[in-house]
């Protein structure tokens, strides 16, 4: 079974500054998708950035971006001049491929950002 | 509206009642699915639907039924649940396709007294 381990429970970010958020995940799949989502108060799920497995670039979206190391199944995502509404819960997913199958989620790691 | 939509944000039920949570995308997508959200847990799949018909039940309790009558509406019916079951419900939807990515609704808040 596949599973998703988000070993940071929370994180500080001075505004500007840069922060990156670990996952790790275990899958014996070789053609998969990974997802990092953000949830702030308002309890919506948002899309941040997704990768596909087999693309070795690593996929970035404006401020955010990833690393993304297939051989050591990690997942890092990196936000670069952070600001205060990037404060939320970040959360790691993993998404075979196939049609409609589900996400499996990390834990989750919450951002606060500070002035 | 756009995206998903769910409603009601809030229920307050107790563990006699009977209540529905409603699901609406409207992104053209023909998949949709419940998440279950509790504290200190990671999100937990509990149905799939792609193009209305389940494709996944992840060993859910009875006590939850999910109906989908057509690729724009998504139901989870409840009845006689449990303490243990209040949690945030959430929605998404995706095309039925092997590189879908899934939308997320803002989820129902549930409380079972």
């Known amino acids: 079974a596949q599973t998703v381990t988000q070993s940071q429970p929370e994180m500080s970010v001075q505004e500007a500054e840069t922060v990156t958020l670990s996952c790790t995940y275990d899958t014996s799949e070789s053609d998969y998708y990974l997802f990092w989502y953000k949830q702030p108060p308002s309890r919506q799920m948002i899309l941040v950035i997704r990768q596909e497995a087999y693309k070795q670039q690593n996929a970035t979206e404006n401020r955010f971006s990833v690393n993304f190391q297939k051989a050591a199944k990690s997942f890092s995502l990196k936000i670069s001049d952070s600001q205060l509404g990037d404060a939320a819960m970040y959360f790691c997913?993993?998404?075979?491929?196939?049609?409609?199958?589900?996400?499996?989620f990390g834990t989750g790691t919450r951002l606060q950002v500070t002035l | 509206e756009t995206g998903v939509t769910q409603t009601p944000r809030h229920l307050v039920m107790g563990m006699t009642n009977k209540k529905s949570l409603k699901c609406e995308q409207h992104?053209?997508?023909?998949?949709m699915y419940w998440y279950k959200q509790s504290a200190k847990k990671p999100l937990e799949l509990m149905f799939v639907?792609?193009?209305?018909?389940?494709?996944e039940n992840n060993s859910v309790p009875s006590r939850f039924s999910p109906e989908c009558p057509n690729s724009s509406h998504l139901f989870l019916h409840l009845h006689t649940l449990q303490p243990e079951d209040s949690a945030l419900y959430l929605c998404?939807?995706?095309?039925?396709?092997?590189?879908?990515?899934?939308?997320f609704g803002p989820g129902t808040r549930l409380t079972v007294l």
């Open positions: 997913a993993y998404r075979r491929t196939g049609t409609a199958s589900k996400l499996t």
């Open positions: 998404a939807s995706s095309q039925a396709s092997s590189t879908d990515t899934q939308y």
């Open positions: 992104l053209g997508h023909n998949a």
């Open positions: 639907y792609s193009l209305e018909e389940r494709v």
